[in-house]
């Protein structure tokens, strides 16, 4: 009977209630595109770099795992030491320029990439013939609307389209290495080299002894740096992860508040029916925290449908710059989130209902 | 002698007695509307026997409206002794005063209040539920909702009922769990007179073949005449 009043109040006022779901809707969209987006952005991030073929990676000196890079501190003789390692088959640097966040250009060694990885996979065109071509992926190349022969500036550089290959290796945007070194000023340096071994399961082991003769460069093996990939690891990402759930428990909070609260003035003399009727202070909250526990159960409900929208269109207008996963445990986080933002948000206006005198809401118009 | 006076006599005879459904003893009740103490209640002696339908009568003013929110738990006494069926309403707690609203006192209101979500059958089901029992209407109800006229009626909202059919409704939620009395405060004050007549016949009929107690304040002369004892309030004081 009481579901039947609840659901009867919530219908009453179809405006406010699909108002104030579609707010909840959103503040759960925000917390799950943006969860999304970090685990999608990393995964991805971790899926080209393993597709790479390399069992171990050497990062510039003073370089955290997470670290954007952006700068070719090491020389491309480090290249030597590593392949006078044991159990050291290949080796490859590349470097990495960083552009508007977050679109990074590789140069890269295209013959040495070939024997580590077997090359890209080409849809179109293929490997960079002279210094000014690009290999650009097939999201990049559609979002950017780029063909073979298309020209696009980047840097300081004017670069033609050579190659769009199919994505999910190494970077979005390369070119050949020698080409990169000159337009960043970096001829015979390297950002990262990765290292193929004769048996992978010596990674661990070759990445400590590789320590020693690169001056304790940073020295991965590519499961450890896999590991070390998440977003925990980021110090920035996971601070703002909470800031954006912080604000959209708050508007949660404030629109819950305010639906709530109109509620209730609207319905005083109602709730002086339920009084009068026998209803007690805790039969009225019951009422009204039911109704704001449904309101936040719809609102997680249409949150949930609304990031397969967003993650949809981020697929279709920027899928080269933002990937977004879905990630299901998040969907009870991002849950019980709004449920809890939403039932502080009823506290102070079912504290009001409570307090009405029965009388006073009778004579309410 | 007026029916008030003889009710006021007869306190001493029936205030013991097992037939006395409401007794009322020196019942004051004093509001403060800012720094002004307005007495609206001033020593109220009334007995209602069980099975009795009185009428309250008295002017805008007099108190009568503040004794019924008194009788029906509303609101608290300042001072002075009110039982209802055994219950002494002196020094209730609010919870205590919602417990007797629930299982021993109904409400007929002059604005019907009926939640206005709900069908006219909600109204009277959120009734049931509140105090407990059973949604489902007796065949006993069933006939009450007969008499009252509104079986027809129950599944509308109260938005397309008719002023004398929501009173109806709200007289059929008022007796639902068989309260011990049934206050009904100027339960005409909305309606035509054709309506008036219809609504008070009902409820004189309800009484007459229910024995329902039912305690109906009013400022109208005629309403009062459907009553078996009238009592005439007046500022604050049965007279």
Same mark, same amino acid.
């Given at each position: 009977m009481l579901n039947k009043l609840i659901l009867a109040n919530l219908t009453h006022r179809p405006v406010r209630t699909l108002l104030s779901v579609l707010a909840i809707a959103v503040e759960v969209t925000m917390i799950l595109t943006l969860v999304g987006v970090s685990h999608g952005t990393l995964d991805s991030t971790k899926d080209r770099a393993k597709a790479v073929g390399a069992d171990i990676m050497v990062r510039p000196p003073g370089?955290?795992?997470?670290?954007?890079?952006?700068?070719?501190?090491?020389?491309?003789?480090?290249?030597?030491?590593?392949?006078?390692?044991?159990?050291?088959?290949?080796?490859?640097?590349?470097?990495?320029?960083?552009?508007?966040?977050?679109?990074?250009?590789?140069? +890269?060694?295209?013959?040495?990439?070939?024997?580590?990885?077997?090359?890209?996979?080409?849809?179109?065109?293929?490997?960079?013939?002279?210094?000014?071509?690009?290999?650009v992926d097939e999201d990049y190349a559609r979002q950017h609307h780029l063909h073979i022969g298309s020209k696009i500036k980047l840097i300081t550089n004017q670069w033609n389209?050579?190659?769009?290959?199919?994505?999910?290796?190494?970077?979005?945007?390369?070119?050949?290495?020698?080409?990169?070194? *000159?337009?960043?000023?970096?001829?015979?340096? +390297?950002?990262?080299?990765?290292?193929?071994?004769?048996?992978?399961?010596?990674?661990?082991?070759?990445?400590?002894?590789?320590?020693?003769?690169? *001056?304790?460069?940073?020295?991965?093996?590519? *499961?450890?740096?896999?590991?070390?990939?998440?977003?925990? *690891?980021?110090?920035?990402?996971?601070?703002?992860?909470?800031?954006?759930?912080?604000?959209?428990?708050?508007?949660?909070?404030?629109?819950?508040?305010?639906a709530m609260y109109t509620a209730v003035l609207e319905?005083?003399?109602?709730?002086?029916?339920?009084?009068?009727?026998?209803?007690?202070?805790?039969?009225?909250?019951?009422?009204?925290?039911?109704?704001?526990?449904?309101?936040?159960?719809?609102?997680?409900?249409?949150?949930?449908?609304?990031?397969?929208?967003?993650?949809?269109?981020?697929?279709?207008?920027?899928?080269?710059s933002l990937v977004q996963e879905t990630v299901y445990e998040w969907w009870i986080y991002a849950g019980a989130i709004a449920i809890v933002g939403a039932m502080l948000g009823a506290i102070v206006p079912g504290m009001k209902a409570v307090q009405q005198d029965v009388t006073e809401a009778l004579s309410y118009e | 002698m007026s029916d008030a006076v003889m009710g006021a006599e007869h306190i001493s005879a029936v205030s013991t007695g097992a037939s006395t459904m409401i007794r009322v003893r020196g019942l004051t009740k004093v509001y403060h509307v800012g720094d002004v103490e307005v007495n609206a209640l001033r020593g109220v002696d009334l007995n209602v026997a069980r099975g009795e339908f009185v009428a309250i009568v008295g002017a805008s003013g007099s108190g009568k409206s503040t004794l019924f929110h008194i009788l029906g738990g509303l609101t608290p006494p300042t001072a002075g002794t009110v039982v209802i069926d055994g219950k002494d309403l002196g020094g209730m707690t609010n919870q205590q005063r919602t417990e007797l609203r629930k299982s021993t006192v109904g409400f007929v209101f002059q604005k019907y209040n009926l939640l206005p979500t709900l069908s006219a059958e909600d109204n009277i089901k959120i009734v049931e539920y509140i105090g407990g029992r059973s949604t489902d209407f007796t065949p006993e109800f069933q006939d009450v909702l007969k008499l009252l006229g509104i079986t027809d009626r129950m599944k509308h909202k109260p938005r397309a009922l008719s002023g004398g059919q929501q009173q109806r409704v709200a007289i059929a939620r008022g007796i639902v769990n068989k309260p011990a009395i049934l206050l009904a405060d100027e339960p005409t004050g909305n309606l035509d007179s054709q309506n008036s007549a219809a609504v008070l016949g009902v409820i004189k009929n309800l009484n007459e073949r229910t024995g329902q107690t039912i305690l109906m304040i009013t400022h109208d002369p005629e309403a009062a005449s459907y009553a078996s004892r009238t009592v005439h309030i007046r500022d604050g004081q049965i007279v």
């Open positions: 370089s955290s795992v997470m670290s954007s890079l952006s700068s070719a501190p090491m020389s491309d003789k480090y290249l030597g030491l590593v392949m006078a390692q044991p159990h050291v088959v290949a080796a490859t640097g590349t470097v990495v320029q960083s552009l508007t966040f977050p679109d990074s250009i590789t140069g +890269l060694d295209f013959d040495a990439f070939k024997k580590m990885s077997g090359g890209f996979r080409y849809m179109d065109g293929g490997d960079p013939v002279n210094d000014e071509d690009m290999v389209i050579s190659g769009i290959a199919e994505g999910g290796k190494l970077a979005r945007i390369c070119v050949k290495l020698s080409a990169l070194q *000159n337009v960043v000023g970096t001829p015979g340096h +390297l950002t990262l080299i990765y290292v193929k071994l004769d048996d992978p399961t010596l990674a661990e082991q070759v990445a400590n002894e590789l320590k020693a003769p690169l *001056n304790d460069d940073q020295v991965y093996s590519i *499961n450890a740096l896999m590991d070390a990939y998440s977003i925990s *690891n980021v110090g920035m990402l996971k601070d703002f992860i909470w800031v954006v759930i912080a604000v959209a428990t708050i508007v949660g909070f404030i629109v819950v508040f305010m319905r005083t003399r109602e709730i002086g029916i339920i009084k009068a009727v026998g209803g007690s202070s805790g039969l009225v909250l019951s009422i009204l925290l039911r109704e704001t526990l449904l309101l936040a159960i719809l609102g997680t409900l249409v949150g949930i449908v609304l990031t397969y929208g967003t993650q949809w269109l981020m697929k279709h207008s920027v899928p080269a | -």
